[in-house]
Every structure is written in C-alpha cells, then in structure tokens.
Nanobody
C-alpha cells in the first residue's frame, strides 16, 4: 500500500515562502507522475504542479514563476517550493502519485494559509 505524507504547511504572510514536502512509502521511481493539488473551501481540487517521471513539469497558470516542483529520488520525496505567496493561494494542499496504470494515490493534505 502506497502512503504519501505531506508536511510543511502553515501560516505565512503575503509575499512569504513555504516549502511543502511529500514523502512516499516506496520508491517514487515506480510512479508515472507526482504532483501537488490544492482545494480551497467550496471549490474543486485542482492541479498546482506536476512532475512526470522523465522530468517534465506542469504548472497552473496562477503559480507559474512563483512555485517550483522538484523530486529527490534518493529520499523518495517530492517538494513544492512556494514563493511570493498570495492570499488566494490559501488552501489544503494534497500530494498525488499516479501509477503507470493510472491509479491515483493521495496524501492526507496540509493546510496553507496566506494572511497578514
């Protein structure tokens, strides 16, 4: 059973930075893609950043130039560096892993609140 554990969320002022981490219970080599999604109250969960096994990345337009996704295969961990945070970034952030067969795995989520 794959387990994903997020950490690094919290309260930050606008313009500040946070780094989220997602530690996988197994080798992340086995996943086709890993990514970060967020869900604000009353809204649908949506992709923020995704990194494919070959290294290609995808970013939502709202975070381009501010967020960076990366992976450390030796640590089985995926990171999301979030800079220049805005109040509209406030949401629960979930780590996702997708197998080559298309099965999705989710972490429990970590709250990010951007407020002065």
């Amino acid at each position: 059973q794959v387990q994903l554990v997020e950490s690094g969320g919290g309260l930050v002022q606008p313009g500040g930075s946070l780094r989220l981490s997602c530690a996988a219970s197994g080798s992340i080599f086995s996943f086709y893609a890993m990514g970060w999604y967020h869900q604000a109250p009353g809204k649908q969960r949506e992709a923020v950043a995704v990194i494919i096994s070959g290294g290609s990345t995808y970013y939502a337009d709202s975070v381009k130039g501010r967020f960076t996704i990366s992976r450390d295969n030796a640590k089985n961990t995926v990171y999301l560096q979030m800079n220049s945070l805005k109040p509209e970034d406030t949401a629960v952030y979930y780590c996702n892993a997708r197998s080559p067969a298309g099965r999705n795995y989710w972490g429990q989520g970590t709250q990010v609140t951007v407020s002065s």
